[in-house]
């Protein structure tokens, strides 16, 4: 007998499911098993080759030899949400009640299920970027809404929000929840200040709450800053901010993440999230404390994440470079692990379909793995179609990888 439930019925009208009503396996768990089979290069998934700071992993381990082991207080131990606080204030001005206003989760992602759950009724509609990051549909059908997308396009100025689709997804009459991605995975686009305030105005304009991930805060380049939309006037009121240890710290392993904003909505979370996991990773809260501290301490790694975000924008350079030489385009991102490149020109000259098949085909043609962008969108949307031939490289890994990735690509030119 099929397996059931409310959840199945949306995701199989979202596009979720196979033919046969089975989970597919996603396109990273494809393209990851393609890389080990065959030896190539992955610049499929986005995950750091190297892990993050010393100090911070001996934390955890002290913790957990010392016999941190049992479950921590439900919204978080008192030392990471002190942290929390600390670095919302110190970094952006804003100012949370440690008590109420501060939840700890298990990543990010338990931190955005948590709150659609918490927050979206049946058929509520949510508004989300498109290209978006994948779970995103899946929570957004799990939840039981209905999604409803703004698209990126790409300019010289980066991957840009379309400010008409914007307004007219807000005045949409089931639209109910903005999710917001910045800096955005997989576009590496960071929102402008004018972008955050547009979509700002429309949130208050038609009571909207905004939910905003911003995993990638610290990675940005060139000068490029982050701005979190809940410091613009009127926002804090009605935003939900999520972020986690895993992009900032190079531990995506950990899965510690946290939300915060005004009470009554992290108290509807608080009230989901119990009912998920109850709490969250022991051991590794005070590790995390310690991290979102370090910087403020002399010790020597404090200058972590600076030089991460600083190495990472070489490695952005690297990759560009190599994916231009192989007669690619590619539209030079402001933050995140990811660049998009246009590989239409390669796809032509193969005579392949799309950039699915040549993901497919790039582990025996170049000894290298990437995802096709449209992984991020729905079948059938505009974005689906605009970004076809488009392609997410990730340049987390390794310097030496993604040089050796460069030396690889060109094969693609012919
Ligand atoms: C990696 C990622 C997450 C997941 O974060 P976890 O803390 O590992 O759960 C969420 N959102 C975006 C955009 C990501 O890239």
Redesign the pocket.
């Known amino acids: 007998m099929a397996p059931a439930g409310p959840w199945r019925a949306a995701a199989a009208a979202a596009g979720l499911l196979g033919e046969d009503g089975i989970a597919r396996p996603t396109i990273f768990a494809e393209m990851s098993a393609l890389a080990l089979a065959t030896g190539a290069i992955n610049l499929g998934q986005?995950f750091p080759d190297d892990d993050g700071p010393e100090s911070v992993k001996r934390v955890a381990a002290d913790a957990l030899l010392g016999g941190l082991n049992q479950y921590p207080p439900g919204p978080g131990i008192p030392e990471l949400r002190r942290a929390i606080a600390a670095h919302q204030s110190r970094h952006y001005g804003l100012d949370l009640d440690v008590e109420d206003e501060i939840l700890v989760t298990t990543?990010?992602?338990?931190a955005?299920a948590a709150t659609l759950l918490a927050l979206v009724s049946p058929g509520d509609g949510v508004i989300t970027l498109e290209p978006f990051?994948d779970?995103y549909a899946a929570m957004i059908a799990l939840a039981g809404g209905e999604h409803l997308t703004v698209p990126l396009h790409p300019t010289v100025q980066g991957f840009r929000p379309d400010l008409q689709a914007l307004v007219e997804a807000a005045a949409h009459p089931a639209a109910r929840i903005v999710l917001l991605?910045s800096p955005h995975?997989p576009t590496g686009a960071v929102l402008a200040p004018a972008e955050l305030q547009r979509v700002a105005d429309l949130a208050i304009e038609h009571g909207l709450i905004v939910v905003t991930?911003e995993?990638?805060e610290h990675l940005t380049f060139d000068g490029v800053t982050h701005v979190p939309i809940a410091t613009l006037p009127g926002m804090a009121e009605r935003t939900l901010t999520i972020s986690?240890?895993?992009?900032t710290f190079s531990f995506?392993g950990w899965?510690v993440?946290w939300v915060s904003g005004p009470a009554r909505l992290v108290d509807a979370v608080r009230a989901v999230k119990q009912f998920l996991t109850y709490v969250s990773g022991a051991p590794f809260q005070p590790a995390v404390a310690h991290a979102l501290d370090l910087e403020t301490t002399d010790e020597p790694e404090a200058g972590y994440v600076a030089q991460l975000a600083a190495s990472l924008a070489r490695r952005r350079d690297l990759l560009v470079d190599a994916l231009e030489g192989a007669g690619m385009s590619t539209v030079r991102p402001e933050g995140t692990y990811f660049v998009i490149a246009d590989a239409t020109g390669v796809i032509e000259r193969l005579g392949l379909a799309d950039a699915a098949a040549l993901c497919r085909a790039m582990p025996e043609l170049c000894g290298v793995v990437a995802v096709p962008v449209s992984a991020f969108t729905r079948a059938g949307s505009a974005s689906a179609t605009a970004l076809r031939n488009h392609v997410r490289f990730t340049f987390t890994k390794s310097e030496a990888s993604i040089r050796q990735a460069a030396l690889r690509l060109p094969r693609l030119a012919g």
Do not use: H, L, Q
């Open positions: 986005g990543g990010a992602t338990e955005i990051y779970a991605n995975n991930d995993v990638y986690s240890v895993g992009k995506t899965k993440g």
